[in-house]
């Protein structure tokens, strides 16, 4: 089946190195620099910094979820106030999930049918449902650049069987989110679909298989960094990209440490989105070129040196003892700054690997990263 061809949306596969990939996506508000991180901004908002900030660190495209706004303030509350670019300040490209996580995840009733799930709000108990179509009619409503398809997040572990039937019912979701975006979506605007399987080799191809046969703009590995395993991931990696087109976007979701990002950017991975770099910023820990360091302990007290003499990062250069003083006072200051940092290291470190991807020096790249963030770290040291 042939893929819909979208104004103003292509992807461009600019350099190899083994497996590796350079690229660049094209969208109506800019371009996407692969390998691409995302920043997670969940609710509108990438949390404690300024958009202004987050475009500075280097970030082309963020991530907003479906789950949360259509809960608060509502899809269509944002589309009557311009769309989620106005509303929250961005001008760049915006990818939404689907909400088919946090429904899974965060909803404390739900039943997963054929026609979709039916759960209750985290946020005033109230009984809704979410559809492929109506997945598909909130990211429209929100205006985002790429959107995805809904799916099931299959548990962890799961049976061959669960995991198949699981499988199944997201290429199901999969064909009805794609005919809602026909109808719905504005040119430009982009549909990924969402490979599941857990870690059942003949599951992923099955599915990677039919997405293919579906025909989208990109194609998103669902499903890991949930406990599998480095090595179950990197495996199940393989096994998919073998099966997806080479001339269009794979996307890992939810994936993590520096060490996860370049072993899958080794194995054939363009996008990334993770919560990591915020979330360990407001629990006082800082991602730096010399490794993970937790400005809690009280051996930074009286360090006078930067954060990371390695980084570009204006928030990098405070003092390691004026950072670990805001974190002992419990100053807001001190998680923005390291979330700062931590968000820029990141974009940092994927401007690096597509730097050393052209000059063809990607392997002794990340083995250098890896083995930096392999010794031993102060994360379990003094807090006192």
């Known amino acids: 089946m042939q893929r819909d061809v979208r104004q103003n949306f292509s992807f461009t596969l600019k350099a190899h190195d083994g497996q590796v990939r350079l690229g660049e996506?094209?969208?109506?508000?800019?371009?996407?620099?692969?390998?691409?991180?995302?920043?997670?901004?969940?609710?509108?908002?990438?949390?404690?910094?300024?958009?202004?900030?987050?475009?500075?660190?280097?970030?082309?495209?963020?991530?907003?979820?479906?789950?949360?706004?259509?809960?608060?303030?509502?899809a269509e509350r944002i589309a009557k106030l311009g769309g989620l670019h106005r509303f929250m300040g961005w001008d760049g490209p915006i990818l939404t999930d689907s909400g088919g996580y946090q429904v899974m995840s965060l909803s404390k009733?739900?039943?997963?049918?054929e026609h979709g799930v039916t759960f209750?709000?985290?946020?005033?108990?109230?009984?809704?449902?979410?559809?492929?179509?109506?997945?598909?009619?909130?990211?429209?409503?929100l205006?985002?650049?790429?959107?995805?398809?809904?799916?099931?997040?299959?548990?962890?572990?799961?049976?061959?069987?669960?995991?198949?039937?699981?499988?199944?019912?997201?290429?199901?979701?999969?064909?009805?989110?794609?005919?809602?975006?026909?109808?719905?979506?504005?040119?430009?605007?982009?549909?990924?679909?969402?490979?599941?399987?857990?870690?059942?080799?003949?599951?992923?191809?099955?599915?990677?298989?039919?997405?293919?046969?579906?025909?989208?703009?990109?194609y998103a590995i669902g499903g890991l960094a949930v406990g599998e395993g480095h090595q179950a991931m990197l495996d199940t990696v393989d096994v998919t990209t073998a099966v997806l087109p080479e001339d269009q976007?794979?996307?890992?979701?939810?994936?993590?440490?520096?060490?996860?990002?370049?072993?899958?950017?080794?194995?054939?991975?363009?996008?990334?989105?993770?919560?990591?770099?915020?979330?360990?910023?407001?629990?006082?820990?800082?991602?730096?070129?010399?490794?993970?360091?937790?400005?809690?302990?009280?051996?930074y007290a009286e360090d006078p040196s930067p954060l990371d003499a390695e980084s570009a990062c204006p928030a990098a250069r405070y003092s390691r003892a004026y950072l670990h003083h805001l974190v002992k006072c419990g100053e807001v200051l001190g998680p923005m700054l390291l979330?700062?940092?931590?968000?820029?290291f990141y974009q940092e470190l994927m401007a690096k690997a597509r730097e050393s991807i052209l000059a063809g020096g990607f392997a002794a790249f990340a083995e250098d990263v890896t083995r930096r963030y392999s010794a031993p770290s102060d994360l379990d040291g003094d807090k006192t």
């Open 109 to 113: 009733l739900r039943r997963i049918e």
């Open 249 to 299: 976007p794979r996307y890992l979701m939810g994936v993590g440490t520096p060490e996860d990002l370049l072993a899958a950017i080794a194995h054939g991975i363009d996008m990334f989105d993770c919560v990591m770099p915020t979330r360990s910023g407001r629990h006082c820990q800082a991602f730096s070129w010399g490794g993970l360091l937790n400005l809690r302990n009280a051996r």
């Open 120 to 141: 209750q709000s985290h946020v005033d108990g109230a009984t809704l449902e979410l559809t492929p179509a109506r997945a598909i009619q909130v990211q429209c409503l």
């Open 143 to 218: 205006g985002s650049d790429i959107q995805m398809v809904l799916d099931e997040c299959t548990p962890f572990p799961a049976t061959r069987d669960q995991a198949k039937a699981s499988m199944e019912l997201s290429l199901r979701w999969a064909e009805r989110s794609k005919q809602a975006f026909r109808e719905l979506s504005a040119p430009g605007q982009a549909l990924f679909g969402i490979a599941q399987g857990s870690i059942y080799p003949d599951l992923r191809e099955a599915s990677a298989a039919a997405l293919k046969s579906i025909g989208f703009d990109g």
């Open 25 to 74: 996506i094209a969208t109506p508000r800019g371009a996407i620099r692969t390998p691409a991180f995302m920043p997670v901004g969940t609710a509108a908002t990438v949390k404690a910094m300024l958009p202004q900030t987050v475009r500075a660190t280097g970030a082309d495209v963020i991530l907003a979820n479906t789950y949360h706004l259509m809960l608060r303030p509502g």
């Open 339 to 344: 979330s700062w940092a931590n968000v820029h």
